[in-house]
């Protein structure tokens, strides 16, 4: 069973704009992580927020964590062609529970 | 994928089989982790070490053994490989860390298994 379930599960967008991926989990965390997989590839840690985080910015990524709601929000600004990936959340410690995954297409 | 190599990178076998991946890193992390992915089921723990020798069952464990007998080496094995093990198969390593740290994990190219 998975610990995060993302939402939507795919998401197509134009170069420039912003795309904003969902993540809820079922049980309390310490930190919940967000990963980026672009096709035939391993996945690549993107940020870490904290549970007593409630925002935390890196580049053009951006996150939130509500945990009175148990839900995570990834927002990419001013996306680019690159961006197009699939996108995880992942919950635990030493062991992580990912999500379904987001994936996200961006067009030129 | 700096760091870490697996092997194969693509194998097809038939069912029945035995088969083993190895995983292979050079960042001397402690924790290493075996993951299959599967359409509409994201990433799932098969199982992980944290340490020489030491090792626990994940999430998906049936069907499938573990080994590492070298800090650097995990090897995942299929004793009698089955369809339903067709999969991605990626390997992961990390560091120890604190609780409210977390332990950012780092993965594989990948292997792509088909069991006919």
Redesign the interface.
């Known amino acids: 069973s998975q610990q995060g379930e993302e939402d939507p599960q795919a998401l197509s967008i134009q170069e420039g704009e912003n795309a904003t991926m969902n993540c809820s989990y079922k049980t309390s965390i310490n930190n919940l992580q967000w990963y980026r997989q672009n096709s035939g590839r391993g996945l690549v840690h993107l940020i870490l927020i904290r549970s007593n985080e409630r925002e935390k910015h890196s580049g053009r990524l951006r996150v939130t964590l509500d945990t009175s709601k148990k839900s995570s929000s990834l927002l990419i600004t001013a996306s680019r062609a690159a961006d197009t990936a699939s996108y995880f959340c992942a919950t635990g410690f030493q062991k992580l529970v990912f999500g379904t995954g987001t994936r996200l297409l961006v067009s030129p | 994928?700096a760091g870490?190599t697996q092997s194969p990178r693509h194998k097809v076998t038939e069912t029945g089989t035995p088969v083993t991946l190895r995983c292979h890193q050079t960042e001397n992390h402690r924790?290493m982790?075996w993951?299959r992915q599967d359409p509409?089921?994201?990433?799932?723990?098969i199982h992980?070490s944290?340490g020489v020798k030491d090792t626990d069952k994940?999430?998906v464990s049936d069907g499938y053994s573990v080994s590492r007998s070298k800090t650097e080496d995990f090897l995942l094995t299929l004793e009698s490989a089955t369809s339903s093990q067709t999969s991605v198969y990626?390997c992961?390593i990390?560091e120890?860390k604190g609780?409210?740290?977390?332990?950012?994990?780092?993965?594989?190219?990948?292997t792509r298994l088909t069991v006919l």
């Open positions: 994928d870490i924790y982790y993951y509409g089921h994201g990433l799932r723990l992980y944290y994940g999430e990626f992961a990390s120890s609780t409210a740290q977390g332990n950012e994990q780092f993965f594989g190219p990948g």
